[in-house]
Each structure stands twice: as C-alpha cells, then as structure tokens.
C-alpha cells in the first residue's frame, strides 16, 4: 500500500518569513495529493490540492509543487502569518474506481512567532 | 460549521465496555470514512464506506464496527476488543470520485 512520509515534525518560523514541508510517497499510482490544515482542536480541511498532471499550483500565500519522478511533493507558505499557525498534513491519494483512498501523513506542527 | 456532524464531542468508557460514535451528514455526499488521530501518527483510516450497505475495513479495524443503513449515517461502535481506544476519532465525507475530504469536528474518546 501507500506510504506517506512528512517532514519536519515541527517548524517554528518568525512571521513574515517562508515555511517548506515536504512530503514523499511510495505508490507511483498515486495521482492526487491534497493538503490539509488542522487548527488546534478543529477540524483538519483542505487548503490546496494538485494532481500528477500538474507540477506547481499556488493560491495566494500557498503553493504546492509535486515532482512524480522523485515522488516528491511539497507546501510552500510565504509571508506566514500567526494565524498560520496549526498542523498541517499532506496526503495522496491513487484511484481506483469511483473511490480514492487518502494516505496521511504523520503531520507538521507550524508555530509562526509574532 | 454545518454539512457533517460529530456526537458526542468528549466520550468516557469504562474498560470492557462498547460504545459506538455518532457521523451524520446532509451533503450528499456518497462516500463515508472513519479515522483515528493519535499524537504524532497523522491520520489513520479505520472503515470506510461507498455506498448504502456496503463498507471496506482500513488499515487499523481491528476492535472496531460500522454499519451504512442510510446515505447520511455512519456510526462507528468501539468494541471491547480495541485495546487502545483512547483516541480522537474523525469522521470525514467525500463526493463519489473527488479527491475532497469533508471531517466532522471529531470525538475525543476517553477510557477510565
């Protein structure tokens, strides 16, 4: 099956300055990869997405960049900002049929500091 | 924050005892899943379910059960059989076919 692998863990970063994630997989049939926020105690939801026909996607501060030869893929926050702060998943997802199962990875604990 | 519902929000069992999660949803939204958040271990896809009737065990069933007797409704029962069971649990919906995930706000089990 899938295996997704995330890091850092934690990433502390002053406001105003840019923070990387990045994530790997391991199924080269995996063909969606969103990202996920979750705030402390709320719900994680979506924030950006991009599927393998796509190499970079951005969305005002956030952009995703994903590279399918290296199984790479990776969120880039520019100009973070405090409420920036929360835990941010990636995940892929291969499809089969009408259902995608998502993959997660461990998560990444950013704290943007004023 | 409308669309797909938690209950209860904080849930305490007592050792050997089974209790069953609550996930309602009014999007239309034909695929249903159970996830289990542990500290540092991301998201972890307990059952899953396509359709009315039919439903799939994800990595980690084992000590749980689910049933889909309606389109909006997906319980999830924590059995006696879970060893681990303190966990915050999150039910999620998806539109058949699209990547999306929608996530309840969650249940944060608790065993005495």
């Known amino acids: 099956g899938e295996n997704v692998e995330q890091h850092p863990s934690t990433l502390s970063v002053q406001e105003g300055d840019s923070a990387v994630i990045k994530c790997t997989y391991s199924d080269s049939a995996s063909n969606y990869f969103p990202w996920y926020k979750q705030e402390l105690g709320k719900r994680p939801q979506l924030i950006i997405d991009i599927r393998s026909n796509v190499g970079e996607k951005k969305d005002q501060r956030i952009a995703v960049t994903l590279n399918k030869t290296a199984k790479h893929f990776s969120l880039h926050i520019t100009e973070t900002q405090p409420e920036d702060s929360a835990v941010y998943f990636c995940?892929?997802?291969?499809?089969?049929?009408?259902?995608?199962?998502?993959?997660f990875g461990t998560g990444t604990k950013l704290q943007v500091i004023p | 924050d409308g669309g797909i519902t938690q209950s209860p929000k904080y849930l305490f069992r007592k050792e050997g005892q089974n209790v069953t999660l609550s996930c309602e949803q009014n999007l239309n939204h034909d695929a249903m899943y159970w996830y289990r958040q542990d500290p540092g271990q991301g998201l972890r896809l307990i059952y899953y379910s396509q359709i009315v009737n039919d439903f799939q065990k994800g990595d980690i069933a084992e000590g749980y059960s689910v049933s889909r007797e309606k389109k909006e409704s997906f319980p999830l029962t924590v059995t006696s059989a879970q060893k681990n069971p303190t966990a915050f649990y999150l039910c999620?919906?998806?539109?058949?076919?699209?990547?999306?995930?929608?996530f309840g706000p969650g249940t944060r089990l608790t065993v005495l």
């Open positions: 999620a919906s998806s539109i058949q076919g699209r990547g999306e995930q929608f």
């Open positions: 995940a892929a997802s291969p499809s089969s049929g009408g259902y995608q199962k998502v993959t």
